[in-house]
T-cell receptor
Framework: AQSVAQPEDQVNVAEGNPLTVKCTYSVSGNPYLFWYVQYPNRGLQFLLK??????LVKGSYGFEAEFNKSQTSFHLKKPSALVSDSALYFCAVRDQGNTPLVFGKGTRLSVIA | GAVVSQHPSWVICKSGTSVKIECRSL??????MFWYRQFPKQSLMLMAT?????????EQGVEKDKFLINHASLTLSTLTVTSAHPEDSSFYIC??????????????FGEGSRLTVL
């Protein structure tokens, strides 16, 4: 069975500092990995995905994530955080079949001015 | 990216009534749609997988007679919460994936529907 772990409920970072939101996964076979962001009372917005190819994936709003197969991780990063990045971030995984995404519990990012 | 429209955004209903939530893919054909439920400050819980022209597949613990899902066309899936009770109050989110692999497997999400049952 597929699973995702986001070990941090909350991440606080000062504006302008780099940020990292952690994610580890478990899936049989090769994973499809995703990051989504959710603002209050809104649906999820797609940030980036890893399907195959380069381990470093660049996505929307300056975010990037690095796929690390040996550590089964897909941490989300941004070199310089903005206050507007404050939101709830979800990591998700699925296998290569037509299966639903399995989401982590989410990490609330708070960027302080 | 592809657009998924969900309606209504907010709905308040009395206990015992039924509520229908619509999920539409606006610029692609969605052979598969997924319905999620999100409790406050929690992650998304998959309720069911909706396939066009066939019965939905429900996750364990989800009452199929209470949460009726219909996927009558390639652009529309509906979730009907029947005989709603206060414990059904939640944020319901649909998502869609094209059978042609729009975005190679990425899901596109609706904006969610906040249901409050009084």
């Amino acid at each position: 069975a597929q699973s995702v772990a986001q070990p941090e409920d909350q991440v606080n970072v000062a504006e302008g500092n780099p940020l990292t939101v952690k994610c580890t996964y478990s899936v049989s076979g090769n994973p499809y990995l995703f990051w989504y962001v959710q603002y209050p009372n809104r649906g999820l917005q797609f940030l980036l995905k890893y399907i195959t190819g380069d381990n470093l994936v660049k996505g929307s709003y300056g975010f990037e994530a690095e796929f690390n197969k040996s550590q089964t991780s897909f941490h989300l990063k941004k070199p310089s955080a903005l206050v507007s990045d404050s939101a709830l971030y979800f990591c998700a995984v699925r296998d290569q079949g037509n299966t639903p995404l399995v989401f982590g519990k989410g990490t609330r990012l708070s960027v302080i001015a | 990216g592809a657009v998924v429209s969900q309606h209504p955004s907010w709905v308040i209903c009395k206990s015992g009534t039924s509520v229908k939530i619509e999920c539409r893919s606006l610029d692609f054909q969605a052979t598969t749609m997924f319905w999620y439920r999100q409790f406050p400050k929690q992650s998304l819980m998959l309720m069911a997988t909706s396939n066009e022209g066939s019965k939905a597949t429900y996750e364990q613990g989800v009452e199929k007679d209470k949460f009726l899902i219909n996927h009558a066309s390639l652009t529309l899936s509906t979730l009907t919460v029947t005989s709603a009770h206060p414990e059904d109050s939640s944020f319901y989110i649909c998502s869609a994936r094209s059978g042609q692999g729009v975005g190679t497997g990425e899901l596109f999400f609706g904006e969610g529907s906040r249901l409050t049952v009084l």
